[in-house]
């Protein structure tokens, strides 16, 4: 319960903050949502500046302060600038790196497999603060010494050293210049420590950006070029003198904050704080509540329109579950804030998760809409999202057809011609979206292959009432102009040695086609099985292609399946289902690749079959091109 109104508390507060800076900055630069890039471009500002001071830096016992003192003043143009960003980076990089864990703590995004990136996040602050602490010490001016004192008091009350660390600083003199190499090699392995934890710290982020937008990125430079000129950085007190107690300097409370502690109240509680406090940070992903509701430990999430299906881990957003295995998600801020990877849930409970009300309207939340930035699966679910053009490389064109060809009582062959010396570029399997006049989408497989890209042929059935499919049998003829979209889809054969099995449902034959005749071309010499499934035998629309396949190539096997053949057909091939022909065909589908294409009630009916018959987790892939009782837009109608 403590730790819930917490949470409430922090994202009461960030909820104000980015809500406000988004009236000020928009989305797109709030820096709310960028606080771990900031985080790493002030770490490279650290980095570019501690080389310079580095050159001109000594570590001799009196150099020190004086190789300080020359660079601040004598070049203030510019060891003195960079003296001063390098300090206020530091301090900058503490503030980013605590609101960032805060926000993820406020959200509730460090449980789950999130404790990878939390547990590190943590260590990275103690080792910033570590690092910053040094930093101090190389300076050697009055300030420095408090810190040195300090620390090796602190360090004192220890069993392991047990007072004998503060006797090297009792009297002026007993400071040699051994101390400063130390001190200055802790200095410089410390960010390489720091940078590569950094580097572990974003692995489990698909996508991750390490840089903030380049605005961000000036803004933040040009701050602390301000800060520097207006307000530069300087030694503390002059030269530390061990045979004074300092007095006079300027308290650093981003860095310095528990030293001043061991002044207040007994060194050794201090450390009971500071560990203490490190353990709860630690072990927070663990601590109660663990669980929202019943939710799964891992979850399948099936994208759509590529009818794609993935396993999101708890907690995992399902931007993230979906970047992570390779699906072009639309996605911007991360954050909740810009809305631009809005999607609808079409099946499955999901939790939305905390977002701006101005990125997802209650209207939109109650349709049934969530971000995929902030919604997390609590159970197997379904998403339909919208394709970003410029990630998955979508383009418009504008062809007219040139041929039409009745294959069947019901499906007509288009072919379609672009502009002279225009082609579109796509992968055997994938499909494109044929746009119509009010906007909406009716979804085509390519049935020819990418090499064969003089003309697109779509392999069209009649659906009646269908709008489109109705216009094409009726309406439609060569010359008139068509405007598409593609290439969409990622049902497409994976490189590998397995054996190929398609599973085709009427005109589900059109994108297998593609693929089969691509494989050939490419001289793909790994088995391949076609069961092509349709009700009638008028149904199987080219029958003598497939056939002509088998003559032509040993690694190519046509098995045309009838589910309610009629007399007169005087069918004496294969009848029934279409997956039940390919189970008792295979005794086992372990080492198979299967491809199915056809109907949404189709694939969810045979995958089952085809799992318990030994097929191999993640080798069924599918391309559902119409919609279901269920699923009311898994794909744009063909129709």
Known sequence: MFIKTQQQIFRWFFMLAENT??????????????????????????????????????????????????????????????????????????????????????????????????????ALLWMVYIAGINGFMLVWDQLAQFIVVAVAEWLDVLPLFNGTLIRNFLYEGSVNSRLFTLLAFIHIGAPLLVVFVMWIHVQRVPKAHINPPKPLAIAVTLMFLVLSLVKPIVSQGGEANLSMVPVEFQFDWFELPVLALVYITDPMTVWFIVIGVSVVLFLTPWLPPVRRGSAKAEASVTFHPNAKTVKARFGETLLDAGLRQDIPLPYECRNGGCGVCKCQVLAGNVDPGAYQPSALTAEERAAGKVLLCCATA??????????????????????????????????????????????????????????????????????????????????????????????????????????????????????????????????????????????????????????????????????????????????????????????????????????????????????????????????????????????????????????????MALQPPQE
């Open 378 to 631: 609590v159970d197997d679910a379904e998403i339909e999202y919208v394709p970003s053009a410029a990630a998955a490389k979508i383009y418009q064109y504008t062809g007219r057809v040139a041929e039409m060809e009745k294959l069947s009582h019901d499906v007509m062959r288009v072919r379609i011609a672009l502009p002279d010396g225009e082609r579109i570029v796509f992968k055997a399997g994938q499909y494109i979206n044929v746009l119509l006049e009010d906007g909406e989408r009716r979804a085509f497989s390519f049935a020819t292959p990418p090499y064969q890209n003089q003309f697109i042929e779509l392999q069209i059935r009649l659906v009646p009432g269908g709008r489109f499919t109705t216009h094409v049998f009726e309406g439609m003829k060569v010359g008139d102009e068509i405007r598409f979209e593609g290439p969409l889809g990622d049902f497409v054969l994976r490189d590998s040695a397995r054996p190929i099995v398609f599973v085709a449902g009427a005109t589900g034959f059109a994108p297998v086609k593609s693929m089969v005749e691509n494989a050939f071309y490419q001289g793909i010499r790994r088995p391949i099985y076609l069961y092509w499934g349709v009700r009638r035998l008028a149904d199987l629309y080219m029958p003598d292609l497939p056939t002509q396949w088998a003559q032509d190539h040993g690694n190519f096997h046509f098995i045309p399946v009838l589910s309610e053949p009629a007399p007169e057909d005087n069918w004496t091939g294969r009848t029934g289902l279409v997956h039940e022909a390919i189970i008792q065909d295979f005794p086992s589908l372990a080492g198979h690749e299967i491809y199915a294409c056809g109907s949404v009630k189709m694939v969810e009916a045979v995958f089952p079959h085809f799992k318990a018959q030994g097929a191999d987790d993640g080798m069924c892939f599918s391309d559902a091109f119409t919609i279901s009782a269920r699923s």
């Open 21 to 122: 800076f988004n009236r000020a900055f928009g989305d797109k630069m709030n820096p709310f949502y960028h606080l771990g890039t900031i985080t790493f471009w002030q770490f490279w500002l650290l980095v570019v500046s501690g080389l310079y001071l580095y050159i001109f830096a000594d570590t001799g016992v009196h150099d020190a302060y004086e190789s300080i003192e020359a660079i601040t003043h004598d070049q203030w143009w510019a060891g003195g600038i960079l003296r001063s960003i390098h300090r206020y980076a530091t301090d900058g990089m503490i503030l980013t790196m605590l609101l960032h864990l805060l926000r993820h703590f406020a959200y509730d995004r460090y449980r789950g497999f999130r404790w990878f990136s939390w547990v590190s996040g943590v």
